[in-house]
């Protein structure tokens, strides 16, 4: 296992999982001198147990057809520790491996030999995927954050109106009331409400 750093500050660091060692040095070296920060591991085993001591790269490129695992293996691996994209390279294409490919989330799947001049590119798209698959998945979790918080106001909403069998209007007032005097989020506030149901002491002032 290796590990070297571009001259160039270029801020995308690769990891490079093949067993064959001059592919490996070659591709390297390409990028390297295209300003990419490199490490290279020889296996699967080796490639996550670099990955469990290191800082997560930007991009992983990994070879399928290495002995003892193949490298469809990995990607398991690299979504456990912190979701890392990735580009499956293959000495022959095949359909069926392909398809797994694809169904592992690969952002390409490109078959040696190949080199830095046609790397490079697939390199800046898979990245440019990754940062819109990235997004989306924000974007995602903000909604469900939301959905959530609204979630937890109603039925907040719901336990005041029980409580103190008052409206809707009145029990959304009261619970807004308290959670901007006690200087709470609303949504943290409708939390502790639900959390504490028996214990709901809140001041009318609606």
């Given at each position: 296992?290796s590990?070297?750093?571009?001259?160039?500050?270029?801020?995308?660091?690769?990891l490079?999982?093949?067993?064959?060692?001059?592919?490996?040095?070659t591709?390297a070296t390409?990028?390297?001198?295209a300003g990419?920060?490199v490490?290279?591991?020889?296996?699967?085993?080796?490639?996550?147990a670099w990955?469990?001591?290191?800082?997560?790269?930007d991009?992983?490129i990994?070879?399928?057809?290495?002995?003892?695992r193949?490298?469809?293996e990995?990607?398991?691996?690299l979504?456990?520790?912190?979701?890392?994209?990735?580009?499956?390279l293959?000495?022959?294409?095949?359909p069926?491996?392909?398809?797994?490919?694809?169904t592992?989330?690969?952002?390409?799947?490109?078959?040696?030999p190949?080199?830095?001049?046609?790397?490079?590119?697939?390199?800046?798209?898979a990245?440019?995927?990754a940062?819109?698959?990235?997004?989306?998945?924000?974007?995602?979790q903000?909604?469900?954050?939301?959905?959530?918080?609204?979630?937890?106001?109603?039925?907040a909403?719901g336990i005041?109106?029980?409580?103190y069998?008052i409206?809707?209007?009145?029990a959304n007032?009261?619970?807004?009331?308290?959670a901007?005097?006690?200087?709470i989020?609303?949504?943290d506030?409708?939390?502790?409400?639900?959390?504490?149901?028996?214990?709901?002491?809140?001041?009318?002032?609606?």
């Amino acid at each position: 296992m290796s590990s070297e750093k571009s001259l160039q500050q270029n801020k995308t660091s690769i990891l490079l999982v093949d067993d064959d060692r001059l592919i490996l040095a070659t591709m390297a070296t390409g990028l390297m001198q295209a300003g990419y920060e490199v490490n290279t591991t020889e296996s699967v085993d080796e490639a996550v147990a670099w990955l469990e001591s290191n800082p997560r790269p930007d991009i992983a490129i990994i070879d399928i057809n290495m002995p003892n695992r193949s490298g469809l293996e990995l990607p398991a691996s690299l979504d456990r520790l912190d979701y890392i994209p990735f580009i499956f390279l293959t000495a022959r294409s095949e359909p069926e491996v392909n398809a797994e490919a694809n169904t592992l989330g690969a952002m390409a799947y490109l078959v040696k030999p190949i080199d830095s001049a046609q790397l490079i590119p697939a390199i800046q798209t898979a990245l440019s995927r990754a940062q819109d698959v990235k997004n989306m998945k924000s974007q995602q979790q903000q909604l469900q954050t939301a959905l959530d918080g609204d979630r937890s106001v109603s039925v907040a909403i719901g336990i005041i109106m029980d409580q103190y069998r008052i409206s809707y209007e009145e029990a959304n007032t009261m619970l807004r009331n308290n959670a901007r005097s006690k200087r709470i989020k609303l949504v943290d506030f409708a939390t502790s409400i639900i959390h504490s149901r028996e214990s709901l002491n809140l001041e009318n002032d609606s």
